[in-house]
Structure formats: structure tokens, C-alpha cells
């Protein structure tokens, strides 16, 4: 993926651009005092949350309270940076104590994938509101788990889907669901980059990642392909590989290929990869297309359509994120779905799905 540090500097703080009514359309207006901030815990202190608490921290609503992680070393750093207070310091042995903390608002989950689970549902017991990042668990069974987590404690549940709130994703959304240029018949959704592996990567252990590729990157060209049509696939079929560095990836899978089928009859075929580069949206409809490359990755993101050049804003795609999750939270309304933990769920059934498809080479129902 591209760099995000040098990218991000020469990127707009918000969004600030006509034209976007339809990206935050379920947004409430924020009706609270204006130094009313949500405050956040982020648990697992790895590369994507730095650039969480960078996005927060020049945020409108949201401010780093607490951190959550099992390295000493990170402790100075982290207090230091956020100026975060020695008694808002966790580990993963005393994490259930910030059940008591009333400066931690929402927890957020950065942990690998495996680890989901776990700690959602310690963050919904500890009565706080959980925000887990993408996939939203190894399968849907646990990913279902969160979600009765949640509800039984009474906490709110997000998933932390970016792209929902970035402007040239988000038209992709409209010119699908609205029909715009007609009927979908066919999505192309491509995410792959060229990596040497590190072996002490989690990401390359199935015990905390859950899967190789298809976990990390394919949940989001499952996910274009979904808000693109507007509905959810009914059968996929799917194929490993090419696998070519077999020393590393013992465990997941390098890449792999599938090809999901809709209700109205589109298709869409997919592929993810940690051996070759690719960032791509394509849909085709009855009467033109519209697409995305690069479409997924941190930006900057250009697109066309039959009817000309796309032109919106580049974002700060997690302060976007997080001051729109927490004008939910600080308002005290509920999450639309599309954002919330079931759509993590719908995510994770297809994932159920791809795998087995490509272990059994049939096509197999979602």
C-alpha cells in the first residue's frame, strides 16, 4: 500500500467539499457542548493503531484516554505522545479494571484477528462501548458471540469499516444502489501487494489471524461488492493460489481467487494477495460503468465513470471514521447497520463461505 505518513500530510483534515450529503446521510447533528469529546481506549498498540490515534488526534470528537498492551516499551511512548495518564495504562492481565474507569468511553480493538473475540467481550462486560477492527472475527459463529456480547451488556457495536465514510467509495455505493447507470451485472474487486514476509508476522499464523489474504485484505473486495449491489451473495465458488513462497506461508494462504453470485443475477469476481500489487473497483452496468483505482488502500483514490472524472476530497480516513462513529455515541443514538457489528457478521459469512468453496472446489451457498 501506498504511504500513508507522507500521504496523509498533504491531505485535508476533514472533509470540507460540497457534494457529499450522501456519505454521512444517517450522520446525526452533534447537539452537545462543543469540548464534550468521546473518549477512547485502544487495545493492541501495532502499526494500524498509530494511525488510529494520529486520525484522533486531530479529531473534533474523539481523544486518546487509555491504551491496552502487553509491551513495556510502548508504555513512554504511548503516555508521552497522547499525554496519557500513568492510571490509564493497561496490560492484558488487568484489562478487565477499566470496567471502573469512567474516562474510557468506547474501547476500540486492534488486536490480531483471533483476539476479536476475547477482548470485544471483556469490553462489552467492563460496560463499554466497542468499536474491533476489520475482519471482525475468524468466523461468523464468533463474530455472532460479539454481537450477543454486546447487546446483553447494553453497549453499542462497530466495526471499523473506513471506507464507509470516504467520499469516492462511497459514490461507488450510490452510482450501484441508485442504479445510476442502470443495473450491476458485474463487479471486479482487487486488493494485493508484494511483501516479504516477516516470519514472526501474526499475520502469518493461523492461531491469531484466522487465514491469510482473504482475512486480511478480501474482507474489503467483499465488501465493495456488497455496498456496490446493495445485496447480500447467495453462492460463491473460489481457488487457492498461486501460492509461490511456501516456506512462509505454511499456515494461510498466500492468495486466492472467488467469484461470488447475487440475488439479481450479478457476479463478482474477486482476488486478494500478499504477492502482487493491485488497488481496483470495476462495475459494469447496462448503461456504462464506474470504477476505482487505487479504490481501497490509504489513498490518494481516483476514479471515472462513463459519465466523466470523479472529483471529491482526499480524508483523513480514520478522523473522518472516528468523529462520525462518535457523534452516535456522544448523542446516544443507535448505529445504522451498515457500520455495526452485524455487518461484520454478513462479512464473516462469506468468508465461511469462500473457505469452504476453496478447500471443497464446489460452489457452496452463503
Not at 27 to 53: F, H, M, Q
Request: aromatic fraction near 10%; charged fraction near 25%.
Amino acid at each position: 500500500m501506498p504511504d500513508r505518513r507522507n500521504f496523509i500530510k498533504n491531505v485535508g483534515l476533514g472533509i470540507g467539499a460540497l457534494g457529499l450529503s450522501n456519505v454521512f446521510a444517517n450522520s446525526p447533528e452533534l447537539d452537545i457542548p462543543k469540548d464534550k469529546k468521546l473518549k477512547v481506549a485502544l487495545v493492541g498498540l501495532g502499526r494500524y493503531a498509530s494511525y488510529l490515534a494520529e486520525g484522533i488526534a486531530v479529531s473534533k470528537y474523539c481523544e486518546v484516554t487509555a491504551i491496552v498492551t502487553g509491551t513495556p516499551a510502548k508504555e513512554d511512548i504511548w503516555r508521552k505522545e497522547y499525554a496519557i495518564p500513568a492510571g490509564n495504562i493497561y496490560n492484558y492481565q488487568n484489562f478487565d479494571e477499566i470496567a471502573k474507569n469512567i474516562e474510557v468511553d468506547v474501547i476500540y480493538i486492534v488486536l490480531p484477528n483471533a483476539m476479536h473475540k476475547e477482548y470485544a467481550i471483556r469490553a462489552a462486560r467492563a460496560g463499554k462501548h466497542v468499536i474491533v477492527e476489520k475482519p471482525m472475527a475468524t468466523t461468523a459463529a464468533d463474530a455472532m458471540e460479539i454481537i450477543d456480547a454486546c447487546k446483553k451488556a447494553n453497549v453499542q457495536l462497530a466495526v471499523g469499516y473506513r471506507l464507509h465514510f470516504e467520499p469516492y467509495n462511497m459514490e461507488m455505493k450510490r452510482l450501484g444502489q441508485e442504479k445510476i447507470l442502470g443495473q450491476v451485472r458485474h463487479v471486479q474487486a482487487s486488493l494485493g501487494y508484494r511483501t516479504i514476509p516477516d516470519l514472526n508476522d501474526w499475520h502469518l499464523k493461523k492461531s491469531l489471524s484466522g487465514g491469510g489474504a482473504l482475512q486480511n485484505l478480501g474482507v474489503y473486495c467483499i465488501q465493495a461488492a456488497r455496498y456496490i449491489t446493495g445485496e447480500e451473495p447467495v453462492s460463491v465458488t473460489a481457488q487457492f493460489g498461486p501460492n509461490e513462497h511456501l516456506a512462509e506461508y505454511k499456515e494461510v494462504e498466500e492468495s486466492i481467487h472467488w467469484q461470488m453470485e447475487f440475488p439479481s443475477g450479478a457476479v463478482a469476481t474477486c482476488s486478494s494477495s500478499y504477492n502482487y500489487g493491485i488497488d481496483r473497483l470495476y462495475a459494469a452496468a447496462d448503461d456504462g460503468f464506474f470504477e476505482l483505482s487505487p479504490a481501497i488502500s490509504y489513498g490518494p483514490f481516483r476514479g471515472r465513470s462513463s459519465n466523466g472524472e470523479m472529483d471529491f476530497p482526499q480524508i483523513n480516513q480514520q478522523q473522518t471514521q472516528m468523529d462520525e462513529l462518535a457523534k452516535f455515541l456522544l448523542n446516544n443514538k443507535p448505529y445504522p447497520e451498515h457500520i455495526s457489528g452485524i455487518e461484520g457478521y454478513k462479512d464473516m459469512k462469506v468468508i465461511d463461505a469462500v473457505y469452504k468453496a476453496a478447500e471443497s472446489g464446489k460452489r457452496e451457498s452463503v
